[in-house]
C-alpha cells in the first residue's frame, strides 16, 4: 500500500467512522484515532512519510476556519474572561537532563487543548453551547500564544541563545503581523467575492482563504494560527447576506464536508504516528512511558487546579453589564470542562516538527524524549478522556439547558412573524391586492413563526395551523411525487440519442430547485 492509498483509506475512515459513533455513543476524531493505531501496528499498511513541516499549515488552516463557523465575534468577546483566565502553559522539567528551552517547548506543544477535539468530542454530547463555545475558544486561543511560545521556545534550543526580551518582542510582532494579515485578507476575500458573484465561486475561494492566510502570516513572521483565526471572524461577521439563501446552503453543506474529512484524517495520522514514535524508542519504551505518565498527570492535574479558581473569578467578575458572559454555572459544568480538556492536531503536528538538529549540527537535545511524551499525553488525554467523556457527562447530569433555547426559539420565531406582517403591511401601501390574496399572504406571515416554534401561538390557533399543517403535508406529499416523476423523465432522457446532457442537467437542477422550495 502506497502514500496515496493510505491516505484514500483514511478519508474513508473518516467518512464510516460518524454514522458508526453516533450509533455507538463514541466521539468519531476517538474512534479515527483507535482506527489510526490498528492500522500503524498492521503490516500491510506503511508508515507515514508525510514531511513533519507540511502537517500544521495543510491540516490546521480548514480545521480552525470550520471551527470558527460555529462561533462569532460577539461570542468570543463575551466570553473573554473565562477563555483567557482558562489559559495554561506548563514550562515542564519533569524529564531528567532536558534544557529549558527543550522543556518549555515541550509544555507548549501539550498545554494547549485541541479546539477541534473539543467541537468533535464534546459538540456531539448536548451540552450546554456556552460549555463547548468556551472549550472552542480556549482552544483557539491557546493554540495562538502556545504556538508562538513553542517558536521561541526552539529557536532558543536550536542557537542556544536565550533573550527574554527578543522572546517578548517576537511574540508582539508576530500577534500584530498576524492580525493585520487576517484582517487585511478578510477585506479583500469580501472584495473578491463580490466580484466573483457565483455561489461556487465563492466557497471555493473560502478553501484557499484560510491556507492563504496561514502561509502569508508565517512568511512574515507572524502566527498563521491567529491570522486564520482572525480572517475566519472578519468574514463570519461582513460577509453575512440575508438573501443569499444558495450561498448560504452550498457553503455550510461543503465546510461540513471538509470538517468531517479533515478531522477524520488528522485524527487518523494521530493514531498511524504512534507505530513510528514506539520504534524509535526502542528499548526505553517503559522508562518513557513513566516520564509521559507522569507529564499527564502535570497537564491534567494543573488544568482542575487552574480551572477551579479560574471559574470562581469569573463568576465574581459576571456582572450585569456583561450578563451574556458564556461561564460554567455550577462544580459539574466545571468537571466536564475540566475532562474534556484533550490534545490533539496542533499538538502531533508541533512534535514532529521539532528539528533534528541545532544549529551547530548537533542532535536537538531530547527530541526523541519529547515526541514520545507529547504523544502519551495525546493518547491519554484524547482516547482515555475521549472515550470516558460521555459517560461523565451522562453521570453529572450535564445536558443543554432546553428551555432556554426553546425560549430563544420563540422570540425569534415572533421577530421573524413580526418582521414579515411589517413588510407585508408596507407591501399593502403600495399596492391593491384582492381580498382573498391578502387573507392568504396575511396567513403566510402568521405561519413563519408558527413554522419556526409552534409554541409560539394559544391552543386554539395551533390546532387551527395544525390543520392547516395537515392538509399542506398531503399536497407536498403529492407535490414530491409529481416532481419524482419529473425527475425521472428528465433523467431518463440523458441517454437517449441526440439528448445535450448539460441541457438536461439544467432542467434537473431547476426540478432540484424547486423540490427543496
Excluded: C
Excluded at 508562538?148 to 522572546?167: D, K, M, N, Q, R
Amino acid at each position: 500500500m502506497d502514500q496515496m492509498a493510505l491516505l484514500l483509506l483514511l478519508l474513508l475512515g473518516a467518512v464510516l467512522t460518524v454514522p458508526l459513533g453516533q450509533r455507538l455513543g463514541l466521539p468519531a476524531p476517538v474512534l479515527m484515532t483507535l482506527a489510526g493505531v490498528a492500522m500503524a501496528f498492521s503490516s500491510f499498511v506503511p508508515d507515514v512519510d508525510i514531511p513533519p513541516e507540511i502537517i500544521l499549515p495543510a491540516l490546521l488552516p480548514p480545521l480552525l476556519y470550520a471551527s470558527v463557523q460555529r462561533t462569532s465575534w460577539r461570542q468570543f468577546a463575551a466570553n473573554k474572561r473565562p477563555i483567557f483566565l482558562s489559559l495554561i502553559h506548563i514550562a515542564d522539567a519533569i524529564v531528567p537532563g532536558l534544557p529549558i528551552a527543550a522543556a518549555v517547548a515541550l509544555g507548549a506543544l501539550v498545554a494547549p487543548p485541541d479546539p477541534v477535539a473539543a467541537s468533535a468530542v464534546a459538540g456531539s454530547l448536548g451540552l450546554p453551547r456556552r460549555l463547548v463555545s468556551i472549550l472552542e475558544g480556549e482552544g483557539l486561543f491557546n493554540d495562538v500564544t502556545a504556538i508562538v511560545l513553542y517558536h521561541v521556545a526552539i529557536a532558543a534550543a536550536v542557537s542556544g541563545t536565550f533573550s527574554l526580551p527578543e522572546a517578548f518582542g517576537l511574540l508582539i510582532l508576530s500577534a500584530v503581523v498576524a492580525v493585520v494579515v487576517g484582517l487585511a485578507l478578510g477585506w479583500l476575500t469580501i472584495k473578491l467575492m463580490g466580484l466573483l458573484g457565483d455561489a461556487t465561486l465563492q466557497v471555493g475561494l473560502t478553501l484557499l482563504v484560510p491556507f492563504v492566510s496561514y502561509v502569508l502570516a508565517e512568511e512574515l513572521m507572524g502566527s498563521g494560527v491567529l491570522a486564520v483565526l482572525t480572517t475566519a471572524l472578519f468574514l463570519a461577521e461582513h460577509t453575512a447576506d440575508a438573501d443569499d439563501v444558495q450561498g448560504r446552503l452550498t457553503g455550510r453543506s461543503f465546510w461540513e464536508i471538509v470538517d468531517t474529512l479533515v478531522t477524520g484524517v488528522a485524527f487518523g495520522l494521530i493514531g498511524l504516528e504512534l507505530h513510528s514514535v514506539f520504534g524509535t524508542a526502542g528499548d526505553r519504551v517503559p522508562e518513557l512511558l513513566g516520564w509521559g505518565l507522569a507529564v499527564v498527570a502535570v497537564v491534567v492535574g494543573v488544568r482542575l487546579l487552574w480551572l477551579l479558581p479560574a471559574t470562581w473569578l469569573a463568576k465574581r467578575l459576571h456582572t450585569r453589564r456583561d450578563y451574556d458572559e458564556d461561564i460554567p454555572t455550577s462544580w459539574r459544568e466545571t468537571v466536564v470542562m475540566w475532562w474534556a480538556g484533550m490534545r490533539g492536531v496542533a499538538s502531533v503536528a508541533l512534535a514532529l516538527a521539532i528539528p533534528l538538529e541545532t544549529d551547530d549540527g548537533k542532535p536537538f537535545p531530547g527530541r526523541d524524549e519529547i515526541v514520545f511524551i507529547a504523544f502519551v499525553v495525546i493518547m491519554a488525554t484524547l482516547v482515555v478522556q475521549g472515550l470516558t467523556l460521555p459517560w461523565l457527562v451522562r453521570t453529572l447530569g450535564v445536558r443543554a439547558d432546553t428551555d432556554a433555547e426553546r425560549a430563544l426559539e420563540r422570540e425569534l420565531a415572533g421577530r421573524a412573524a413580526g418582521a414579515a406582517k411589517r413588510r407585508l403591511k408596507e407591501i399593502e401601501e403600495e399596492e391593491d391586492f384582492p381580498d382573498d390574496v391578502v387573507e392568504r399572504l396575511h396567513r403566510v406571515a402568521y405561519d413563519i413563526g408558527a413554522r419556526i416554534s409552534p409554541d409560539m401561538v394559544d391552543e386554539e390557533r395551533r390546532e387551527a395551523y395544525a390543520r392547516r399543517v395537515e392538509r399542506f403535508k398531503a399536497v407536498s406529499r403529492v407535490q414530491r411525487d409529481m416532481l419524482s416523476a419529473a425527475r425521472h423523465e428528465v433523467l431518463s432522457a440523458r441517454n437517449e440519442p441526440g439528448a445535450d446532457p448539460e441541457i438536461v442537467d439544467r432542467v434537473l437542477r431547476y426540478l432540484d430547485v424547486r423540490s427543496l422550495r
